[in-house]
Protein backbone atom coordinates (compact mmCIF):
# COMPACT_ATOMS: atom_id res chain seq x y z
CA UNK A 1 0.00 0.00 0.00
CA UNK A 2 1.28 3.21 -0.99
CA UNK A 3 0.89 6.22 1.35
CA UNK A 4 1.59 10.03 0.64
CA UNK A 5 1.75 12.46 3.33
CA UNK A 6 1.30 16.12 1.49
CA UNK A 7 1.06 19.47 2.78
CA UNK A 8 0.68 22.78 1.01
CA UNK A 9 3.22 25.17 2.99
CA UNK A 10 3.14 28.86 2.87
CA UNK A 11 6.59 29.22 1.20
CA UNK A 12 8.71 27.10 -0.69
CA UNK A 13 11.47 27.39 2.22
CA UNK A 14 9.30 26.09 4.84
CA UNK A 15 9.05 22.45 5.96
CA UNK A 16 5.84 20.50 7.41
CA UNK A 17 7.29 18.89 10.99
CA UNK A 18 4.16 17.46 11.14
CA UNK A 19 4.26 15.06 8.36
CA UNK A 20 7.69 14.01 9.08
CA UNK A 21 6.12 12.86 12.54
CA UNK A 22 3.85 10.67 10.66
CA UNK A 23 6.40 9.41 8.63
CA UNK A 24 8.81 9.04 11.88
CA UNK A 25 6.27 7.13 13.37
CA UNK A 26 4.57 4.79 10.38
CA UNK A 27 7.42 4.43 8.01
CA UNK A 28 9.22 1.27 8.73
CA UNK A 29 5.54 -1.10 8.32
CA UNK A 30 3.94 1.18 5.42
CA UNK A 31 5.45 2.63 2.40
CA UNK A 32 5.20 6.05 3.06
CA UNK A 33 6.35 8.83 0.54
CA UNK A 34 6.33 13.08 1.57
CA UNK A 35 5.48 15.48 -0.96
CA UNK A 36 5.29 19.35 -0.08
CA UNK A 37 4.12 22.30 -2.50
CA UNK A 38 3.11 25.87 -1.75
CA UNK A 39 -0.26 27.69 -1.88
CA UNK A 40 1.50 29.36 -4.51
CA UNK A 41 1.38 26.35 -6.54
CA UNK A 42 -1.19 25.85 -9.49
CA UNK A 43 -3.52 22.91 -8.49
CA UNK A 44 -3.07 21.16 -11.50
CA UNK A 45 0.71 20.90 -10.83
CA UNK A 46 0.14 19.42 -7.39
CA UNK A 47 -2.56 17.21 -8.78
CA UNK A 48 -0.74 15.86 -11.70
CA UNK A 49 2.46 15.05 -9.28
CA UNK A 50 0.39 13.43 -6.34
CA UNK A 51 -0.93 11.14 -9.34
CA UNK A 52 2.50 10.68 -10.77
CA UNK A 53 3.07 8.90 -7.59
CA UNK A 54 0.61 6.43 -7.66
CA UNK A 55 -0.81 6.44 -4.32
CA UNK A 56 -3.02 4.48 -2.47
CA UNK A 57 -3.70 6.68 0.73
CA UNK A 58 -3.18 10.73 0.35
CA UNK A 59 -2.82 12.42 3.64
CA UNK A 60 -2.94 16.07 3.51
CA UNK A 61 -1.61 18.50 6.90
CA UNK A 62 -4.54 21.14 7.10
CA UNK A 63 -3.89 24.81 8.76
CA UNK A 64 -6.09 27.94 7.93
CA UNK A 65 -3.69 29.15 5.70
CA UNK A 66 -3.41 25.93 3.42
CA UNK A 67 -7.08 24.31 3.94
CA UNK A 68 -8.89 26.07 0.56
CA UNK A 69 -6.08 25.58 -1.69
CA UNK A 70 -5.95 21.92 -0.39
CA UNK A 71 -9.60 21.46 -0.86
CA UNK A 72 -9.44 22.48 -4.89
CA UNK A 73 -6.90 19.79 -4.85
CA UNK A 74 -8.83 16.94 -3.05
CA UNK A 75 -11.72 17.70 -5.88
CA UNK A 76 -9.50 16.80 -8.17
CA UNK A 77 -7.99 13.89 -6.71
CA UNK A 78 -11.37 12.17 -6.43
CA UNK A 79 -12.13 13.04 -10.19
CA UNK A 80 -9.10 11.39 -11.34
CA UNK A 81 -8.52 8.40 -8.91
CA UNK A 82 -12.02 7.79 -7.55
CA UNK A 83 -10.53 5.03 -5.64
CA UNK A 84 -8.15 7.02 -3.63
CA UNK A 85 -8.36 6.83 0.27
CA UNK A 86 -8.07 10.67 1.13
CA UNK A 87 -7.47 11.51 5.23
CA UNK A 88 -7.23 15.11 6.41
CA UNK A 89 -5.56 15.82 9.65
CA UNK A 90 -4.04 19.19 11.39
CA UNK A 91 -5.66 21.67 13.63
CA UNK A 92 -8.14 23.29 10.68
CA UNK A 93 -10.17 20.14 10.47
CA UNK A 94 -9.54 19.34 14.42
CA UNK A 95 -12.51 21.00 15.56
CA UNK A 96 -15.99 21.42 14.38
CA UNK A 97 -15.02 17.67 12.28
CA UNK A 98 -18.32 16.61 11.56
CA UNK A 99 -19.01 20.09 9.76
CA UNK A 100 -15.91 19.50 7.80
CA UNK A 101 -17.38 15.44 7.23
CA UNK A 102 -20.45 17.41 5.26
CA UNK A 103 -19.00 19.87 3.61
CA UNK A 104 -15.98 17.92 1.98
CA UNK A 105 -17.62 14.52 0.64
CA UNK A 106 -14.79 13.96 -1.19
CA UNK A 107 -12.63 13.23 2.04
CA UNK A 108 -12.65 9.57 3.67
CA UNK A 109 -11.30 10.42 6.78
CA UNK A 110 -10.46 13.22 9.26
CA UNK A 111 -7.58 12.51 11.99
CA UNK A 112 -8.81 14.91 14.77
CA UNK A 113 -5.76 15.83 17.32
CA UNK A 114 -2.32 14.20 17.54
CA UNK A 115 -2.09 12.23 14.75
CA UNK A 116 0.63 9.89 15.08
CA UNK A 117 -1.22 6.51 16.96
CA UNK A 118 -4.43 7.55 15.26
CA UNK A 119 -2.83 7.99 11.53
CA UNK A 120 -1.12 4.67 11.94
CA UNK A 121 -4.12 2.64 13.32
CA UNK A 122 -6.09 4.08 10.53
CA UNK A 123 -3.60 2.70 7.77
CA UNK A 124 -3.94 -0.62 9.76
CA UNK A 125 -7.24 -1.02 9.31
CA UNK A 126 -7.56 0.58 5.65
CA UNK A 127 -4.77 -2.26 4.21
CA UNK A 128 -6.67 -4.68 6.76
CA UNK A 129 -10.21 -5.25 8.44
CA UNK A 130 -11.40 -1.62 7.78
CA UNK A 131 -13.02 -1.60 11.54
CA UNK A 132 -12.41 2.24 11.64
CA UNK A 133 -14.76 2.31 14.86
CA UNK A 134 -12.02 0.61 16.46
CA UNK A 135 -9.75 3.55 15.31
CA UNK A 136 -9.57 6.24 18.36
CA UNK A 137 -9.36 10.27 17.18
CA UNK A 138 -11.13 9.58 13.77
CA UNK A 139 -13.95 10.77 11.73
CA UNK A 140 -14.96 8.57 9.01
CA UNK A 141 -18.26 7.29 6.94
CA UNK A 142 -20.54 4.68 7.26
CA UNK A 143 -22.29 3.24 4.27
CA UNK A 144 -26.04 2.19 5.63
CA UNK A 145 -29.25 1.21 3.21
CA UNK A 146 -30.27 4.65 4.42
CA UNK A 147 -27.48 6.45 3.54
CA UNK A 148 -23.93 7.39 4.29
CA UNK A 149 -23.33 8.37 8.23
CA UNK A 150 -20.96 10.66 9.72
CA UNK A 151 -19.31 8.68 12.14
CA UNK A 152 -16.50 10.35 15.38
CA UNK A 153 -15.04 7.93 17.54
CA UNK A 154 -13.63 8.97 21.02
CA UNK A 155 -10.16 11.05 21.41
CA UNK A 156 -7.13 9.62 21.82
CA UNK A 157 -5.48 9.71 24.82
CA UNK A 158 -2.28 11.84 24.98
CA UNK A 159 0.83 10.28 23.53
CA UNK A 160 3.90 9.64 25.71
CA UNK A 161 6.39 12.12 23.66
CA UNK A 162 9.34 10.01 25.19
CA UNK A 163 8.04 6.83 22.72
CA UNK A 164 7.75 8.81 19.61
CA UNK A 165 10.70 8.35 17.00
CA UNK A 166 12.93 11.53 16.02
CA UNK A 167 11.18 13.35 13.00
CA UNK A 168 14.48 14.44 11.92
CA UNK A 169 16.68 12.12 10.57
CA UNK A 170 15.81 11.23 7.04
CA UNK A 171 18.43 10.83 4.61
CA UNK A 172 16.45 12.71 2.10
CA UNK A 173 16.17 15.80 4.03
CA UNK A 174 20.00 16.14 4.43
CA UNK A 175 20.65 18.17 0.95
CA UNK A 176 17.84 21.09 1.93
CA UNK A 177 18.80 21.96 5.81
CA UNK A 178 21.10 24.81 4.94
CA UNK A 179 18.05 26.06 2.68
CA UNK A 180 14.95 25.50 4.53
CA UNK A 181 13.21 25.98 7.62
CA UNK A 182 13.58 23.53 10.40
CA UNK A 183 11.23 23.43 12.88
CA UNK A 184 11.89 21.57 16.23
CA UNK A 185 9.22 21.04 18.92
CA UNK A 186 11.06 20.20 22.25
CA UNK A 187 7.44 20.13 24.14
CA UNK A 188 3.25 19.91 23.62
CA UNK A 189 0.80 21.68 24.82
CA UNK A 190 0.55 25.33 26.62
CA UNK A 191 0.26 26.43 30.54
CA UNK A 192 -1.98 29.48 29.51
CA UNK A 193 -5.91 29.89 28.35
CA UNK A 194 -5.85 32.49 25.94
CA UNK A 195 -9.51 32.09 24.14
CA UNK A 196 -8.15 33.17 20.54
CA UNK A 197 -5.70 30.74 20.90
CA UNK A 198 -5.83 27.40 19.88
CA UNK A 199 -3.08 25.93 22.62
CA UNK A 200 -5.64 27.07 25.38
CA UNK A 201 -7.73 23.80 24.51
CA UNK A 202 -5.22 21.48 25.11
CA UNK A 203 -4.53 21.47 29.46
CA UNK A 204 -0.79 21.02 30.45
CA UNK A 205 2.64 20.73 28.89
CA UNK A 206 4.59 17.78 27.81
CA UNK A 207 8.37 16.80 26.96
CA UNK A 208 10.15 15.48 24.73
CA UNK A 209 13.51 13.59 26.47
CA UNK A 210 16.64 15.98 26.85
CA UNK A 211 19.29 14.22 25.91
CA UNK A 212 17.15 13.25 22.83
CA UNK A 213 16.24 16.59 21.84
CA UNK A 214 19.86 17.73 22.23
CA UNK A 215 20.99 14.66 20.20
CA UNK A 216 18.25 15.93 17.29
CA UNK A 217 19.70 19.01 17.29
CA UNK A 218 23.56 18.10 17.03
CA UNK A 219 22.57 16.39 14.29
CA UNK A 220 20.88 19.05 12.14
CA UNK A 221 23.46 21.45 12.77
CA UNK A 222 26.04 18.74 11.99
CA UNK A 223 24.38 18.42 8.45
CA UNK A 224 23.84 21.78 7.76
CA UNK A 225 20.97 23.18 9.53
CA UNK A 226 21.12 27.14 9.23
CA UNK A 227 17.80 28.11 11.07
CA UNK A 228 16.13 25.81 13.07
CA UNK A 229 12.81 27.26 14.61
CA UNK A 230 10.87 25.99 17.92
CA UNK A 231 7.38 25.91 17.90
CA UNK A 232 6.49 25.09 21.37
CA UNK A 233 4.25 27.77 22.40
CA UNK A 234 6.07 28.69 25.46
CA UNK A 235 9.74 28.25 25.47
CA UNK A 236 10.31 28.90 28.39
CA UNK A 237 7.64 27.83 31.11
CA UNK A 238 10.55 25.71 32.60
CA UNK A 239 13.11 27.88 34.22
CA UNK A 240 15.59 25.15 34.28
CA UNK A 241 15.18 23.59 31.37
CA UNK A 242 15.20 26.48 29.24
CA UNK A 243 18.69 27.69 30.64
CA UNK A 244 19.50 24.51 30.09
CA UNK A 245 18.80 24.22 26.58
CA UNK A 246 20.15 28.20 25.75
CA UNK A 247 23.75 27.22 27.44
CA UNK A 248 23.52 24.09 24.80
CA UNK A 249 22.90 25.93 22.07
CA UNK A 250 25.34 28.31 22.70
CA UNK A 251 28.13 25.97 23.54
CA UNK A 252 26.70 23.89 20.08
CA UNK A 253 26.05 26.51 17.63
CA UNK A 254 28.42 26.34 14.71
CA UNK A 255 26.78 29.18 13.11
CA UNK A 256 22.74 28.02 13.63
CA UNK A 257 20.37 30.49 14.14
CA UNK A 258 17.25 29.36 16.40
CA UNK A 259 14.03 31.19 17.27
CA UNK A 260 11.62 30.81 20.07
CA UNK A 261 8.45 31.58 20.99
CA UNK A 262 8.76 33.28 24.54
CA UNK A 263 6.62 34.77 27.24
CA UNK A 264 8.91 37.43 28.16
CA UNK A 265 6.97 38.24 31.71
CA UNK A 266 8.15 35.16 33.12
CA UNK A 267 11.60 35.18 31.79
CA UNK A 268 13.96 34.96 35.03
CA UNK A 269 16.33 37.73 35.79
CA UNK A 270 18.98 35.29 35.96
CA UNK A 271 18.30 33.46 32.90
CA UNK A 272 18.51 36.75 30.76
CA UNK A 273 22.27 37.47 32.65
CA UNK A 274 23.39 34.57 31.54
CA UNK A 275 21.70 35.51 28.14
CA UNK A 276 23.27 39.17 28.17
CA UNK A 277 26.68 37.29 28.99
CA UNK A 278 26.81 34.77 26.91
CA UNK A 279 24.60 34.24 23.81
CA UNK A 280 26.52 35.15 20.91
CA UNK A 281 24.70 37.86 18.54
CA UNK A 282 22.58 37.07 16.04
CA UNK A 283 21.95 33.73 16.96
CA UNK A 284 19.02 33.90 18.91
CA UNK A 285 15.75 35.29 18.00
CA UNK A 286 12.81 35.70 20.48
CA UNK A 287 8.83 35.77 18.90
CA UNK A 288 6.99 37.70 21.72
CA UNK A 289 3.03 37.77 21.97
CA UNK A 290 2.24 41.11 23.72
CA UNK A 291 -0.96 41.80 21.85
CA UNK A 292 -2.65 43.62 24.04
CA UNK A 293 -1.48 46.40 26.91
CA UNK A 294 -5.14 46.66 27.65
CA UNK A 295 -6.06 45.58 31.01
CA UNK A 296 -9.78 45.04 30.31
CA UNK A 297 -9.14 43.25 27.10
CA UNK A 298 -6.21 40.94 28.61
CA UNK A 299 -8.95 40.30 31.52
CA UNK A 300 -11.54 39.29 28.79
CA UNK A 301 -9.13 36.79 26.79
CA UNK A 302 -8.13 34.91 29.88
CA UNK A 303 -4.77 36.18 29.13
CA UNK A 304 -2.37 36.98 32.29
CA UNK A 305 0.28 39.33 31.23
CA UNK A 306 2.69 41.43 34.20
CA UNK A 307 3.52 44.37 31.56
CA UNK A 308 6.90 45.64 34.04
CA UNK A 309 7.95 42.46 33.86
CA UNK A 310 7.50 42.17 30.10
CA UNK A 311 9.05 45.36 29.96
CA UNK A 312 12.03 44.58 31.98
CA UNK A 313 12.30 41.50 29.72
CA UNK A 314 12.07 43.25 26.37
CA UNK A 315 14.49 46.18 27.62
CA UNK A 316 17.40 44.09 28.70
CA UNK A 317 17.12 41.95 25.90
CA UNK A 318 17.66 44.86 23.34
CA UNK A 319 20.58 46.61 25.61
CA UNK A 320 22.10 43.54 25.17
CA UNK A 321 22.78 43.94 21.44
CA UNK A 322 22.93 40.18 21.16
CA UNK A 323 19.21 38.36 20.74
CA UNK A 324 16.56 40.23 17.68
CA UNK A 325 13.14 40.50 19.04
CA UNK A 326 9.87 39.94 17.56
CA UNK A 327 6.61 41.11 18.56
CA UNK A 328 3.46 40.33 18.15
CA UNK A 329 0.46 42.47 18.16
CA UNK A 330 -3.18 41.49 17.97
CA UNK A 331 -6.13 44.26 16.52
CA UNK A 332 -9.78 43.38 17.10
CA UNK A 333 -10.01 41.93 20.26
CA UNK A 334 -12.66 42.32 22.91
CA UNK A 335 -12.96 45.66 24.70
CA UNK A 336 -10.26 47.21 22.61
CA UNK A 337 -11.55 50.09 20.18
CA UNK A 338 -9.46 52.23 18.04
CA UNK A 339 -8.18 54.13 20.58
CA UNK A 340 -7.05 51.75 22.98
CA UNK A 341 -5.35 49.86 20.09
CA UNK A 342 -3.33 53.04 19.25
CA UNK A 343 -2.56 52.65 22.96
CA UNK A 344 -1.43 49.05 22.34
CA UNK A 345 0.94 49.99 19.34
CA UNK A 346 2.50 53.28 21.31
CA UNK A 347 3.27 51.31 24.15
CA UNK A 348 5.16 48.24 22.16
CA UNK A 349 6.77 50.24 19.63
CA UNK A 350 8.41 52.28 22.66
CA UNK A 351 9.91 49.03 23.66
CA UNK A 352 11.87 49.64 19.59
CA UNK A 353 11.53 45.82 18.47
CA UNK A 354 13.69 44.88 16.06
CA UNK A 355 10.17 43.62 14.13
CA UNK A 356 6.69 44.55 15.30
CA UNK A 357 3.87 42.57 13.94
CA UNK A 358 0.52 43.55 13.61
CA UNK A 359 -2.06 41.18 12.91
CA UNK A 360 -5.75 41.10 13.01
CA UNK A 361 -7.96 38.87 15.20
CA UNK A 362 -8.56 35.08 13.48
CA UNK A 363 -11.75 33.67 15.22
CA UNK A 364 -10.23 30.13 15.20
CA UNK A 365 -12.44 26.67 15.08
CA UNK A 366 -12.55 25.31 18.84
CA UNK A 367 -11.17 29.08 20.45
CA UNK A 368 -13.39 30.22 23.72
CA UNK A 369 -14.10 33.47 21.14
CA UNK A 370 -15.47 32.19 18.34
CA UNK A 371 -17.72 29.97 20.72
CA UNK A 372 -18.20 33.40 22.75
CA UNK A 373 -18.56 35.71 19.10
CA UNK A 374 -21.94 37.00 19.63
CA UNK A 375 -20.99 38.05 23.34
CA UNK A 376 -18.85 40.63 22.06
CA UNK A 377 -21.12 41.19 18.37
CA UNK A 378 -18.43 39.66 16.19
CA UNK A 379 -18.93 39.51 12.70
CA UNK A 380 -15.93 37.29 10.60
CA UNK A 381 -15.16 35.53 7.40
CA UNK A 382 -16.87 32.31 6.97
CA UNK A 383 -13.77 30.77 5.46
CA UNK A 384 -10.18 30.12 6.43
CA UNK A 385 -8.35 32.54 7.97
CA UNK A 386 -11.65 33.41 9.57
CA UNK A 387 -10.44 36.90 10.22
CA UNK A 388 -12.63 39.60 12.30
CA UNK A 389 -14.79 41.97 10.35
CA UNK A 390 -15.89 44.05 13.23
CA UNK A 391 -17.10 43.82 16.70
CA UNK A 392 -19.34 45.98 18.99
CA UNK A 393 -16.21 48.53 19.88
CA UNK A 394 -13.97 47.99 16.52
CA UNK A 395 -16.26 48.69 12.87
CA UNK A 396 -14.95 47.36 10.02
CA UNK A 397 -13.95 51.52 9.21
CA UNK A 398 -11.51 51.12 12.17
CA UNK A 399 -9.68 47.79 10.86
CA UNK A 400 -9.49 49.18 7.46
CA UNK A 401 -7.36 52.20 8.24
CA UNK A 402 -5.28 50.13 11.24
CA UNK A 403 -4.66 47.80 8.17
CA UNK A 404 -2.73 50.62 6.22
CA UNK A 405 -0.80 51.23 9.46
CA UNK A 406 0.37 47.49 9.25
CA UNK A 407 1.41 47.67 5.36
CA UNK A 408 3.58 50.86 5.80
CA UNK A 409 4.77 49.74 9.37
CA UNK A 410 6.20 46.24 7.50
CA UNK A 411 7.82 48.29 4.60
CA UNK A 412 9.20 50.54 6.98
CA UNK A 413 9.53 49.81 10.25
CA UNK A 414 10.19 45.95 9.94
CA UNK A 415 12.50 46.22 6.89
CA UNK A 416 14.74 48.87 8.47
CA UNK A 417 15.20 50.49 5.37
CA UNK A 418 15.83 54.17 7.28
CA UNK A 419 15.60 53.99 11.17
CA UNK A 420 16.98 56.92 11.93
CA UNK A 421 14.13 58.72 9.64
CA UNK A 422 11.62 57.19 11.34
CA UNK A 423 12.42 57.55 14.91
CA UNK A 424 13.28 61.63 14.46
CA UNK A 425 9.42 61.80 12.63
CA UNK A 426 7.84 59.25 15.62
CA UNK A 427 9.89 61.09 18.66
CA UNK A 428 10.21 64.86 17.55
CA UNK A 429 7.49 65.47 15.49
CA UNK A 430 4.29 62.97 15.20
CA UNK A 431 2.16 63.10 18.64
CA UNK A 432 3.32 59.32 18.67
CA UNK A 433 4.52 56.64 16.54
CA UNK A 434 1.22 55.62 15.82
CA UNK A 435 -0.21 58.52 14.42
CA UNK A 436 2.33 58.66 12.00
CA UNK A 437 2.31 55.50 10.64
CA UNK A 438 -1.66 56.36 10.54
CA UNK A 439 -1.05 59.41 8.39
CA UNK A 440 1.34 57.96 6.21
CA UNK A 441 -0.88 54.74 5.71
CA UNK A 442 -3.99 56.80 4.52
CA UNK A 443 -1.53 58.73 2.30
CA UNK A 444 -0.37 55.81 0.85
CA UNK A 445 -3.69 53.99 0.47
CA UNK A 446 -5.07 57.37 -1.37
CA UNK A 447 -2.18 57.32 -3.95
CA UNK A 448 -2.77 53.91 -5.15
CA UNK A 449 0.53 53.06 -3.81
CA UNK A 450 -0.74 49.85 -2.26
CA UNK A 451 -1.45 48.57 -5.89
CA UNK A 452 2.08 48.70 -6.77
CA UNK A 453 5.07 47.56 -6.39
CA UNK A 454 8.19 49.62 -5.07
CA UNK A 455 11.86 49.64 -5.67
CA UNK A 456 14.13 50.83 -2.74
CA UNK A 457 14.59 54.37 -4.01
CA UNK A 458 10.74 54.89 -4.40
CA UNK A 459 10.06 53.97 -0.48
CA UNK A 460 12.37 56.96 -0.16
CA UNK A 461 10.80 59.05 -2.63
CA UNK A 462 7.35 58.24 -1.37
CA UNK A 463 8.07 59.19 2.19
CA UNK A 464 9.09 62.41 0.88
CA UNK A 465 6.20 63.02 -0.64
CA UNK A 466 4.20 62.21 1.85
CA UNK A 467 6.11 65.09 4.24
CA UNK A 468 6.30 67.44 1.48
CA UNK A 469 2.29 67.35 0.72
CA UNK A 470 1.00 67.72 4.84
CA UNK A 471 -0.46 71.10 4.84
CA UNK A 472 1.53 73.29 7.18
CA UNK A 473 -1.43 73.92 9.49
CA UNK A 474 -1.85 69.94 10.13
CA UNK A 475 -2.03 69.44 13.65
CA UNK A 476 0.68 67.66 15.80
CA UNK A 477 -0.79 67.69 19.31
CA UNK A 478 -0.26 70.48 22.23
CA UNK A 479 -0.81 73.34 19.80
CA UNK A 480 1.83 72.29 17.26
CA UNK A 481 1.72 72.36 13.54
CA UNK A 482 3.14 70.99 10.94
CA UNK A 483 4.68 74.28 10.13
CA UNK A 484 6.32 74.87 13.60
CA UNK A 485 7.36 70.91 14.07
CA UNK A 486 8.57 69.66 10.94
CA UNK A 487 12.05 70.78 9.55
CA UNK A 488 12.36 69.40 5.92
CA UNK A 489 15.75 70.32 5.96
CA UNK A 490 17.04 67.73 8.70
CA UNK A 491 14.41 65.61 7.86
CA UNK A 492 15.76 65.03 3.81
CA UNK A 493 19.47 64.66 6.00
CA UNK A 494 18.47 61.71 7.86
CA UNK A 495 17.00 60.35 4.90
CA UNK A 496 20.07 60.47 2.83
CA UNK A 497 22.04 58.96 5.29
CA UNK A 498 19.78 56.08 5.90
CA UNK A 499 19.94 55.57 2.22
CA UNK A 500 23.40 55.50 2.25
CA UNK A 501 23.54 53.49 4.76
CA UNK A 502 21.07 50.53 2.85
CA UNK A 503 23.62 49.94 0.40
CA UNK A 504 26.79 47.23 0.67
CA UNK A 505 28.22 48.89 -2.47
CA UNK A 506 28.38 52.69 -3.76
CA UNK A 507 24.70 53.13 -5.18
CA UNK A 508 24.84 54.20 -8.94
CA UNK A 509 22.08 56.65 -8.73
CA UNK A 510 20.07 58.79 -5.36
CA UNK A 511 16.79 59.74 -5.12
CA UNK A 512 17.16 62.94 -4.81
CA UNK A 513 19.64 65.75 -6.63
CA UNK A 514 22.57 66.14 -5.19
CA UNK A 515 23.43 69.23 -2.91
CA UNK A 516 26.83 70.13 -4.81
CA UNK A 517 27.92 70.83 -8.19
CA UNK A 518 30.56 69.30 -9.95
CA UNK A 519 33.44 72.19 -9.18
CA UNK A 520 32.26 72.05 -5.57
CA UNK A 521 32.47 68.02 -5.54
CA UNK A 522 35.99 68.60 -6.51
CA UNK A 523 37.10 70.77 -4.08
CA UNK A 524 35.86 68.55 -1.14
CA UNK A 525 37.79 65.45 -2.36
CA UNK A 526 40.78 67.26 -3.27
CA UNK A 527 40.54 68.76 0.64
CA UNK A 528 40.04 65.10 1.72
CA UNK A 529 43.59 63.71 0.01
CA UNK A 530 45.13 67.17 0.94
CA UNK A 531 43.91 66.63 4.88
CA UNK A 532 42.14 63.37 5.73
CA UNK A 533 43.33 64.05 8.97
CA UNK A 534 40.88 66.79 9.76
CA UNK A 535 38.39 64.08 9.18
CA UNK A 536 40.12 61.44 11.38
CA UNK A 537 43.06 59.42 12.25
CA UNK A 538 41.15 56.22 11.23
CA UNK A 539 39.89 57.68 7.95
CA UNK A 540 43.75 59.26 7.38
CA UNK A 541 45.21 55.72 8.47
CA UNK A 542 42.98 54.33 5.00
CA UNK A 543 45.56 56.50 3.26
CA UNK A 544 43.27 56.77 0.25
CA UNK A 545 44.34 57.99 -2.70
CA UNK A 546 42.61 59.73 -5.33
CA UNK A 547 41.72 56.95 -7.62
CA UNK A 548 40.05 55.19 -4.21
CA UNK A 549 38.33 57.91 -3.63
CA UNK A 550 36.54 57.96 -6.82
CA UNK A 551 35.58 54.53 -6.74
CA UNK A 552 34.36 54.19 -3.17
CA UNK A 553 33.57 57.50 -2.02
CA UNK A 554 30.03 59.20 -1.76
CA UNK A 555 30.18 62.88 -0.69
CA UNK A 556 26.30 64.75 0.69
CA UNK A 557 26.61 67.91 3.21
CA UNK A 558 23.91 67.74 5.41
CA UNK A 559 22.51 70.52 7.47
CA UNK A 560 22.93 69.45 10.71
CA UNK A 561 25.83 68.56 12.75
CA UNK A 562 25.27 64.27 12.37
CA UNK A 563 27.89 63.25 14.68
CA UNK A 564 26.51 64.83 17.61
CA UNK A 565 23.18 63.95 17.03
CA UNK A 566 24.33 60.40 16.71
CA UNK A 567 26.22 60.77 19.64
CA UNK A 568 23.69 62.42 21.89
CA UNK A 569 20.43 62.90 20.24
CA UNK A 570 20.69 66.70 19.74
CA UNK A 571 19.76 68.27 16.76
CA UNK A 572 21.80 71.47 16.22
CA UNK A 573 22.19 73.29 13.00
CA UNK A 574 25.02 75.40 14.30
CA UNK A 575 27.08 73.38 12.09
CA UNK A 576 26.43 71.38 8.98
CA UNK A 577 28.14 67.85 8.33
CA UNK A 578 30.26 66.50 5.24
CA UNK A 579 29.44 63.00 4.67
CA UNK A 580 31.70 60.63 3.81
CA UNK A 581 30.35 57.20 2.79
CA UNK A 582 32.89 54.80 1.82
CA UNK A 583 31.65 51.12 0.01
CA UNK A 584 33.33 47.82 -0.84
CA UNK A 585 36.25 48.63 0.88
CA UNK A 586 36.66 44.85 2.22
CA UNK A 587 37.22 42.74 -0.86
CA UNK A 588 37.07 39.27 1.40
CA UNK A 589 32.93 40.32 2.04
CA UNK A 590 30.19 39.07 0.02
CA UNK A 591 28.37 41.99 1.69
CA UNK A 592 30.85 44.44 2.41
CA UNK A 593 29.27 47.27 5.15
CA UNK A 594 29.65 50.94 4.06
CA UNK A 595 31.48 53.21 6.23
CA UNK A 596 30.06 56.25 7.48
CA UNK A 597 32.69 59.34 8.49
CA UNK A 598 31.89 62.59 9.09
CA UNK A 599 33.86 66.40 9.42
CA UNK A 600 31.83 69.51 11.19
CA UNK A 601 31.91 72.42 8.62
CA UNK A 602 30.01 75.98 8.93
CA UNK A 603 26.71 76.53 7.35
CA UNK A 604 28.56 78.58 4.64
CA UNK A 605 31.72 76.50 4.28
CA UNK A 606 33.52 77.22 0.81
CA UNK A 607 36.34 74.97 -0.28
Given amino acids: ????????????????????????????????????????????????????????????????????????????????????????GGPEVSYDTEQWMERLPDVDFIVVGEGEETFDHLLTEIQGAGKYHMVFGL?????????????????????????????????????????????????????????????SIEVGVRYFDM????????????????????????????????????????????????????????????????????????????????????????????????????????????????????????????????????????????LRPEELQLGFLKMLRGTGLRLDAEKWGYIYMDRAPYEMLGNDLMPFGDIVRIKRVEDVLEKYWNAHRMDHTLLYLVDRVFPSPFDFFQLFGDYWEGQGWSKIGHQLEDLFSRLWSFLTALPADTPLGEGETVGSKLRLDVVLGLMKYDYFLGHNYKPRKTWWEHSMDKSEWSRWMRALLERPEAVSDSFADLGMHERDLHKHAMLEKLPFDLEAYLATGEMSQNQHTLLIMLYALDKTSSKPKPRAFTLRVEPAAVV
Avoid at 22 to 45: H, V
Avoid at 72 to 77: A, C, H, R, S
Avoid at 324 to 342: C, K, M, S, V, W
Fill in 1 to 88: MKVVLSTLNAKFIHTSLALRCLKAFSGDRFDIDIAEYTIKDPAMNIASDLYGRNPDVVGFSCYIWNIEETITVVNMLRKIKPELKIVL
Fill in 139 to 199: AYRKVRESGTEILITPPRPKLNLNELPSPHRFPEDIPNLGSRVVYFETSRGCPFSCQFCLS
Fill in 211 to 350: ERTKSDILYLIDNGAKLIKFVDRTFNIKRDYALEMFRFLIENHRGTVFQFEITADIMRPEVLDYLAEHAPPGVFRFEIGVQSTNDPTNLAVQRRQNWSKLVRTVTKVRDSGKIDQHLDLIAGLPLENYDTFRGTFNDVFA
